[in-house]
């Protein structure tokens, strides 16, 4: 099993929809982190949490928010989808010794 | 933030041929990672190396922190090797700062 495993793998919504993406991960890691990739670039820092009770926004959190239901479970929402959130998201934690683990990502398509 | 500079860009190869790939970064780091993007976009951790040297079959890497730059070595590379290269620094370990990556083409 993945360290870090993202649903959905592939997304197509409707703008102006609200839309979850969850992550969810089994080795324990406090750290977790979403990050937004468009076509040709790096990736973006959305949001990141140390903890249950600890959220904290990245450089381009407008238009999404965060849950952190449990130490395993990180979902990203956007609240009214927008065609420009059309990107590939990725997941991720801090593992300590070997650095960030991603998920697989989430391809969304905003129409 | 911290400025993270990939050189070059793009690269084509043919199979067998060897590379390097530099990273440059624009201030001290605690963490450094090179990262193989593949054609289906995952994300493939290939070094975690905030200073050091370290082999991995055919791939090495060698971070000089001092010198804020890392290099990542490809030898007798593959088809499979194709896809973007991207290195991430970190200097506080709660945002990471991408390079534009390399886009790695290997003929063969």
């Known amino acids: 099993d993945a360290d870090v495993t993202q649903t959905p793998r592939n997304r197509i919504t409707k703008t102006g929809k609200r839309i979850m993406l969850e992550c969810s991960q089994t080795?324990?890691?406090?750290?977790m982190y979403w990050y937004r990739q468009d076509p040709g670039l790096g990736l973006r820092l959305i949001y990141y949490s140390f903890d249950v009770k600890d959220i904290n926004k990245g450089e381009i959190s407008d238009g999404y928010s965060v849950s952190r239901q449990a130490q395993a479970k990180f979902s990203l929402s956007l609240e009214s989808a927008i065609p420009n959130q059309t990107a590939l998201y990725f997941c991720a934690t801090w593992t300590g010794v070997g650095g960030y683990t991603f998920g697989s990502g989430t391809r969304l398509t905003v129409v | 933030g911290i400025q993270v500079e990939q050189s070059p860009p793009d690269l084509i190869l043919q199979e067998g041929a060897n590379s390097t790939l530099r990273c440059n970064f624009s201030?001290?780091?605690?963490?450094l990672q090179w990262f193989h993007q593949n054609p289906w976009g995952q994300l493939i951790n290939l070094f975690y190396i905030p200073s050091g040297t370290k082999q991995n079959g055919r791939l090495s890497a060698t971070t000089v922190a001092t010198e804020r730059y890392s290099l990542l070595y490809i030898s007798s590379s593959q088809t499979t090797d194709s896809g973007v290269y991207f290195c991430a620094v970190d200097r506080n370990f709660n945002k990471f700062y991408f390079g534009s990556g390399t886009k790695l083409n290997v003929k063969p």
């Open positions: 080795k324990g890691h406090d750290r």
């Open positions: 201030d001290s780091v605690n963490n």
